[in-house]
């Protein structure tokens, strides 16, 4: 009884202070949501008169915004949310400029050539745009890819430039594997397909070899081509110049790499002085340009980012779990589609693969809502490789950056065999089974015979096969002209493009403005943006009008059209979309696309 009487009081001590957090939580959060999780660009303090957006490179940002935990609570945005508000600031006459604080390190390629397009983008309007950078000391030169799109470059004194070029290094793990007597019995559809090879082999395969080699030097030559056109030097110049590095600062400003010394503080002043009499230097994300007015028509951005996984968002309160859950991602595909006001939904992804099982859920999806009349535009981040092309293969059109890593159409799978390596250490490991000749093949840590082998080749090989058919129906293509680039190999959206599985280079903003073509929205004509999945927060039933049924949605919207109360408008959409999806199947494990 005293134990009961313990839990129980524990139980609503736990409950009390779970409410009191709750109440702080929600209080600062609520004016978040509303002005954020909606997905349209609106919402929030007004932009001063005079601004500069400032933009640090060094903060660590995720894709796309959180949809769950603490992170979706309190509104924490993603590199996309920065790319749409950089778009809109360019017809926005209180922006004057951009301030951009760079990296030490690398910011990714791919993120590069969006943010380069962004700053020509702005530039074109007549907006300035400053960087200033303390140093550049590892991870490649897709830092001075950014930095050399800018008007002004200011090196603070001491900050050198130690990136000379780009490199790919692999840690092969077969030997340590031998001396522990672990094999890694693992199938993989073709040579191409590499990631097996960390467990098999002790040195790049020549087709491992080609393939990252080939990979690097696309990277290689669009980055140095990107700086040298924006600085106005040769290729020869820029490579000449990474050749010579450590550069230091006055270095790069004698090779037309920078253009002045100076500290933080003179590159703020110099970004107020240069917009004007009052000028206030505010966050990027902070930054809430005025949307559309209600009613326009809406473009759906529905994002994945991270390993594939069947399932969805089990995260809590501090952990948010997956976000390229097959049930949320599909989830939100499909509520996108089923919202009126969405005329095209482009499909963020940001993933290097994952579950074959999820990933197929996910492009039936993106099927159901084309059958549904709405046009579906992937735009691939940094990568969108294995299950990542798979879940994109079927959609009307795909546009990658330049330097997305993409392709890898193929498929692995298989176990650790430790049964051997056990023993050594006194562990013995045997099993009972009943029934086939695969049961448990899966699952014991012995290694495969030959009968499961075949097995698990064949099972495979059907894998491999239906992922060949989705890409050539969905890319217009025979089997045989894709089996030829697949194999598993990767190639950059530079390269995707010349074979075939890619229809555009360009960031975000392109594949928005391909979305609203394809659903017949006129250029003259605005539109909304909205995001997709919708932030839950990490807290069951308390997510935006979570409880609200679609007749009382329905009556909020037209007293909203009359009110013209925009963020009341945002919440409804919200609530559309909270439905959730029906649970697929889960398949075995290590098994990947």
């Known amino acids: 009884m005293r134990t009961f009487f313990v839990a129980l009081g524990g139980a609503v001590l736990g409950a009390l202070l779970g409410a009191v957090l709750l109440?702080?939580?929600?209080?600062?959060?609520?004016?978040?949501?509303?002005?954020?999780?909606?997905?349209?660009?609106?919402?929030?303090?007004?932009?001063?008169?005079?601004?500069?957006?400032?933009?640090?490179?060094?903060?660590?940002?995720?894709?796309?915004?959180?949809?769950?935990?603490?992170?979706?609570?309190?509104?924490?945005?993603?590199?996309?949310?920065?790319?749409?508000?950089l778009d809109a600031a360019k017809s926005d006459p209180s922006v004057k400029g951009v301030l951009i604080r760079a990296s030490e390190y690398s910011v990714g390629s791919?993120?590069?050539?969006?943010?380069?397009?962004?700053?020509?983008?702005?530039?074109?309007?007549?907006?300035?745009?400053?960087?200033?950078?303390?140093?550049?000391?590892?991870?490649?030169?897709?830092?001075?890819?950014?930095?050399?799109?800018?008007?002004?470059?200011?090196?603070?004194?001491?900050?050198?430039?130690l990136p000379g070029g780009i490199t790919f290094e692999t840690m092969f793990l077969k030997g340590l594997f031998d001396k522990l007597d672990v094999r890694a019995e693992i199938e993989q559809f073709y040579e191409y397909k590499n990631a097996p090879n960390v467990y098999k082999q002790t040195d790049y395969t020549p087709a491992h070899r080609e393939a990252m080699t080939v990979l690097a030097e696309s990277l290689w030559e669009s980055t140095v081509a990107d700086i040298a056109a924006d600085r106005g030097l040769t290729v020869e110049a820029v490579k000449d110049a990474f050749n010579a590095a450590p550069l230091s600062p006055d270095t790069l400003i004698d090779l037309g790499l920078a253009t002045e010394l100076g500290w933080p503080e003179d590159a703020m002043d110099m970004a107020k002085e240069r917009g004007g009499e009052g000028t206030e230097i505010i966050d990027v994300l902070s930054y809430t340009p005025k949307s559309a007015p209600i009613g326009t028509p809406a473009i759906a951005i529905v994002g994945g980012e991270g390993a594939i996984v069947t399932g969805g968002s089990n995260g809590d309160l501090f952990n948010g779990g997956p976000a390229f859950a097959s049930d949320q991602i599909a989830g939100a595909i499909l509520e996108a589609g089923r919202n009126d006001r969405v005329k095209a939904i482009v499909f963020r992804v940001d993933s290097p693969g994952g579950s074959p099982t999820a990933s197929d859920q996910i492009w039936r999806a993106v099927q159901r809502v084309q059958e549904m009349d709405k046009p579906v535009v992937v735009s691939m981040g940094s990568v969108a490789a294995s299950g990542g092309y798979y879940v994109s293969t079927g959609a009307d059109w795909i546009v990658a950056n330049?330097?997305?890593?993409?392709?890898?159409?193929?498929?692995?799978?298989?176990?650790?065999?430790?049964a051997d390596g056990l023993r050594q250490i006194g562990i013995n490991t045997e099993a009972i089974t009943v029934g086939?000749?695969?049961?448990?093949?899966?699952?014991?840590?012995?290694?495969?015979?030959?009968?499961?082998?075949?097995r698990l080749h064949a099972w495979l090989e059907r894998g491999y096969d239906r992922f060949i058919s989705l890409v050539a129906e969905g890319r217009n293509m025979s089997e045989a002209d894709v089996r030829e680039i697949a194999k598993g190999r990767v190639w950059t959206g530079q390269d995707g493009l010349e074979v075939g599985i890619v229809d555009q280079l360009g960031g975000l903003m392109d594949a928005i403005e391909k979305a609203r073509e394809l659903a017949g929205i006129a250029d003259d004509e605005e539109s909304r943006i909205m995001f997709y999945p919708v932030p839950q927060g990490g807290l069951p039933g308390f997510g935006p009008m979570a409880e609200a049924s679609a007749s009382d949605l329905g009556t909020l919207a037209r007293a909203a059209e009359v009110l013209e109360d925009e963020r009341v408008q945002m919440l409804i959409e919200q609530g559309g979309v909270l439905n959730g999806s029906p649970v697929q199947a889960r398949g075995p494990a290590f098994i990947e696309r």
């Not at 601004?51 to 935990?69: C, E, K, Y």
């Open 23 to 85: 109440f702080f939580i929600a209080s600062a959060a609520i004016g978040g949501w509303i002005n954020s999780a909606g997905a349209s660009l609106s919402g929030g303090d007004e932009t001063p008169a005079s601004a500069v957006l400032s933009i640090d490179l060094r903060d660590q940002l995720a894709d796309q915004p959180a949809t769950s935990g603490l992170g979706a609570l309190f509104g924490e945005k993603g590199f996309v949310n920065v790319l749409t508000r």
């Open 110 to 161: 791919s993120r590069a050539e969006e943010l380069r397009d962004a700053i020509h983008e702005l530039r074109d309007q007549g907006k300035f745009v400053i960087v200033h950078s303390q140093g550049t000391y590892a991870g490649g030169p897709s830092m001075m890819r950014i930095m050399a799109a800018a008007d002004d470059i200011v090196v603070q004194p001491g900050g050198d430039f």
């Open 402 to 418: 330049p330097s997305t890593i993409t392709g890898s159409i193929g498929i692995f799978g298989g176990k650790f065999a430790l």
């Open 436 to 454: 086939g000749p695969f049961s448990g093949a899966m699952t014991t840590l012995e290694g495969f015979d030959e009968e499961q082998r075949s």
